[in-house]
């Protein structure tokens, strides 16, 4: 069974256009976390939620907008795509603080044109 | 503010060699300390951690010893194997407000037959 689970995987997309993240986790984890990384590999923390309320909102710019409708479930809404929001997304899972271990989900590719 | 700088990466090694990639860490109070792995086209796994000062973290032939005189946190393998070429990210947890991960810029290894 897949933990953390992410849809799509890759997503191509022009510029403006609004675009949806999928993230599910079925390990019964209470908080949920979206991750950006760039073409170098550095991985920043965009948003956390703890039972389904936001904890963790970084310098992200507001056409980004994280849902969490269910603690299993985090969704990444992007408005008006700009090239520079081209990256691999990640989801992940924690059973509480990130001092216990974080689960990744495998990505998503997102290529905005 | 509380930062992980790894080693410049990429690195390059012969099956069967040691490895070693240095991670030091500035943070306020007592993190705690993690090394994650990423295989080519997946998520982060969690490879080891460790919670307080000299404690060693260890799983699949990998260690690392946190070191709070040195504040650093290295990672080694005694033989490394084709299977682990991978980029490898070491990071902290600390409790600013909301406790979140702290990521190094990751380094690429590459084991070569």
């Known amino acids: 069974d897949t933990a953390v689970s992410q849809t799509p995987k890759y997503l191509v997309t022009q510029m403006g256009n609004d675009k949806s993240i999928k993230c599910e986790q079925n390990?019964?984890?209470?908080?949920m976390y979206w991750y950006k990384q760039d073409s170098k590999k550095f991985l920043k923390i965009m948003f956390s939620y703890n039972n389904k309320e936001l904890i963790i909102n970084e310098t992200v710019p507001n056409r980004f907008s994280p849902k969490s409708p269910d603690k299993a479930h985090l969704n990444l809404h992007i408005n008006s795509l700009e090239l520079g929001d081209s990256a691999v997304y990640f989801c992940?899972?924690?059973?509480?603080?990130?001092?216990?271990?974080?689960?990744f989900g495998p990505g998503t590719r997102l290529t905005v044109t | 503010g509380n930062s992980v700088t790894q080693m410049e990466g990429p690195v390059t090694l012969s099956e069967e060699a040691f490895l070693t990639i240095n991670c030091t860490y500035t943070?306020?109070?007592?993190?705690?300390l993690f090394w994650y792995v990423q295989y080519p086209g997946e998520g982060l796994q969690l490879l080891l951690k460790?919670?307080?000062?000299?404690d060693k973290g260890s799983n699949k032939g990998f260690e690392a010893t946190y070191r709070k005189e040195t504040t650093s946190f290295h990672l080694e393998k005694g033989s490394v194997q084709v299977s682990d070429s991978a980029v490898y990210f070491c990071?902290?947890?600390?409790?600013?407000?909301?406790?979140?991960?702290?990521f190094g810029k990751g380094t690429k290894l590459t084991v070569n037959p």
């Open positions: 943070a306020t109070g007592y993190p705690s």
């Open positions: 390990l019964g984890h209470d908080t």
């Open positions: 990071a902290l947890s600390y409790q600013g407000g909301s406790e979140k991960l702290v």
């Open positions: 460790a919670t307080k000062a000299d």
């Open positions: 992940a899972s924690s059973r509480g603080t990130p001092t216990y271990e974080q689960y």
